[in-house]
């Protein structure tokens, strides 16, 4: 027996916390940090360029501040963070955690579809994320010297095949200086921000002046509505601070944003605006092509260019770290076919590599850069992804303070319509986009939500033929005990559901006419938290004759190892289990057409498709691969 946990004195706890923060600087920030490269220069030299003068300078940055306030520190920080799923957050979380109880309500569907909305747009952004970073930082090597500029996309693409190609040995030694690296790139774009700043103090009372961002709108109601698009683009990554939630708490992350990494954003925004209030109209004509390096004196761009390169595949190695995790989740919630998953730690279970997502993001990545070709062109794609996402996110926290918080409306109501005013403004805004590339990401998403969703709706249909075929375990154990010839061992038959005869114990019988001493039906459930107690996962039902009923519970972040939980099984229904003397029955479902299909005949083809190209059970369950017998059976769906 382990000896009791000994309390954290106070200082260890805050050493704890200061070691989490800094942590989450290094993973769950960099693709909020690496916007400044782009995001300012976008808004002035974008499809919709603006005038290097007051108006439009202090409008911007204006604007820039009252968004990182408004959606990230009151939104997400502030509100959302606090709507955690056993401390799990994310869209996937918050859909899991509202769905029990909206249930039985008339919008539950509907919040259910725009959960998963928000999760395959997610995709689109975590192919844009890495495309826009690297290039973006590359691109800066032609500040330093423009003859270099058509060895940009060689590098860029070097770079992104390079990253991709390491993802399978995980990121447990790499992460250890990813917190430190963007220490030093924080600390870096503060202090050439602040000497801007210390040039044109001004700029400190324009970005916090409310008046300024109403002025712009006043006087250009269509540009500024339009330049929306392009702010935007400086708090991409707010939705990374919810779904990294799980991996370092709340607190950690909210010391970490509002005490350094807002701050460092905010100095290095003011001081690109000063930048250009500090210039005459040829030179700021100039600077804002590329105002992020030209803050640096020339001798430090190009260790700035480096800089910036290493910031952005940190952010990139994060947001392919976010692709597994999402991808992992909807498998376990029944959203995605059993895909080949590596887990590349063995300290840390969140750290996993899947492959066949790995190889199409970075397939995806390399035809944005070659198509696309430079950051600002991507910038046009860029955006419509996240604000898709972050205007659902708003529609279930709505959901969530009603249904679930039982907040008062008086204080909700205000609340939420804030928040659906400005998250929806800047998806209209981004909506203008779609002509020039922003179509990208909506087809993206498309394509995942009628993936994702006709996995779900053709395994739901699966299952109920099934259920309907089925037999009661109480009849067939009195009817087999009897008439079949018992042999030595452990026979497992793994089943969907909880109750009734699976179809492979039913073939087994058919065609060999014998079973074992024991006899274990064994289901695995995936519950809609992210993890369950040791103490929760096993229940066992004797069913008489040598038959039993286990049922295993995993939360949706879990590793599903069932020769690990058989281990710790002992005395319940026998002897320990030895995987020696025990066979593993699988069920191998083929699907037929129905003469009433429950789905369209092509998304039944794509079922289909999915459904023979997902994993096996055997490698999902980490089975061992020579005590494993499969049995084929007829599906209509």
Request: glycine content about 8%; overall charge neutral.
């Amino acid at each position: 027996m382990s000896p009791p946990a000994v309390p954290m004195t106070g200082d260890q706890r805050h050493w704890a916390t200061a070691k989490m923060a800094l942590g989450a600087i290094g993973i769950v920030f960099g693709d909020i940090g690496t916007s400044p490269l782009y995001a300012f220069r976008e808004t002035f030299v974008g499809p919709h360029p603006l005038a290097l003068d007051p108006l439009h300078v202090y409008g911007v940055i204006s604007l820039i501040f009252w968004s990182m306030t408004l959606v990230v520190t009151v939104q997400y920080v502030s509100i959302l963070m606090r709507a955690d799923n056993k401390g799990q957050g994310g869209s996937l979380a918050l859909l899991a955690l509202i769905s029990r109880s909206t249930e039985r309500a008339r919008w539950g569907k509907v919040i259910v579809i725009l959960g998963v909305f928000a999760t395959a747009l997610f995709y689109g952004d975590s192919m844009i994320t890495p495309a826009i970073s690297v290039l973006s930082a590359v691109e800066g090597l032609t500040v330093v010297n423009p003859a270099l500029e058509p060895l940009v996309i060689p590098i860029a693409i070097g770079l992104l095949v390079f990253l991709f190609f390491i993802q399978s040995r995980g990121t447990t030694k790499v992460g250890a200086i990813f917190g430190p690296v963007m220490l030093v790139y924080f600390f870096t774009i503060s202090v050439l921000g602040l000497i801007q700043i210390v040039q044109h103090p001004e700029i400190l009372l324009a970005t916090l002046n409310p008046l300024n961002a109403l002025r712009f709108f006043y006087t250009d109601g269509w540009l500024a509505f339009l330049a929306l698009g392009s702010v935007v683009l400086a708090v991409t990554g707010a939705e990374a601070l919810y779904s990294d939630m799980g991996h370092f708490g709340r607190k950690p992350l909210s010391i970490s944003w509002l005490w350094f990494v807002m701050p460092a954003l905010l100095l290095n925004y003011m001081g690109q605006a000063a930048l250009i209030m500090n210039s005459d109209a040829a030179t700021a004509a100039e600077a804002i092509k590329s105002p992020f390096f030209m803050l640096a004196p020339e001798a430090l761009r190009l260790p700035l260019v480096l800089l910036a390169t290493v910031a952005t595949f940190i952010a990139s190695q994060a947001v392919i770290s976010g692709a597994f995790s999402v991808t992992h989740q909807a498998i376990q919630l029944g959203f995605v076919p059993r895909l080949s998953t590596v887990h590349t730690s063995e300290q840390e279970a969140n750290q996993i590599y899947i492959p066949v997502i790995n190889w199409a993001l970075m397939i995806a990545v390399l035809i944005l850069v070659l198509t696309f070709r430079n950051s600002s062109n991507l910038a046009s794609a860029y955006g419509i992804a996240v604000t898709g996402a972050m205007l659902i996110d708003t529609a279930m926290l709505a959901v969530l303070l009603f249904s679930v918080w039982k907040w008062k409306p008086w204080l909700s109501i205000p609340l939420l319509a804030i928040f659906f005013i400005v998250d929806g403004a800047y998806f209209a805004a981004n909506l203008t986009k779609v002509p020039d590339g922003g179509w990208f990401p909506l087809l993206v998403g498309v394509i995942a939500f009628t993936l994702l969703t006709t996995w779900a709706r053709g395994r739901l249909l699966m299952r109920r033929r099934m259920s309907e075929a089925g037999m009661p375990m109480e009849i067939f154990v009195k009817s087999a005990a009897g008439s079949a010839t018992r042999v030595p061992g452990t026979a497992i038959f793994m089943a969907s559901q909880s109750a009734g005869v699976p179809h492979a114990l039913l073939h087994n019988m058919k065609h060999n006419k014998v079973l074992h001493e024991r006899v274990v039906i064994l289901t695995v459930l995936i519950e809609e938290v992210p993890y369950i107690d040791l103490a929760e996962r096993c229940s066992v039902i004797d069913l008489g004759e040598g038959f039993f009923r286990i049922i295993l519970r995993y939360g949706f972040l879990q590793e599903t190892n069932i020769p690990k939980a058989l281990d710790e099984i002992e005395g319940v229904c026998g002897p320990k289990f030895d995987m020696m003397s025990t066979s593993f029955f699988l069920s191998r479902q083929t699907l037929i057409a129905a003469e009433k299909p429950g789905m369209m005949l092509w998304r039944e083809k794509l079922f289909a498709w999915m459904l023979r190209n997902s994993a096996t059970a055997m490698e999902f369950f980490r089975l061992p691969t020579n005590r494993v017998v499969e049995l084929g059976s007829q599906v209509e769906i």
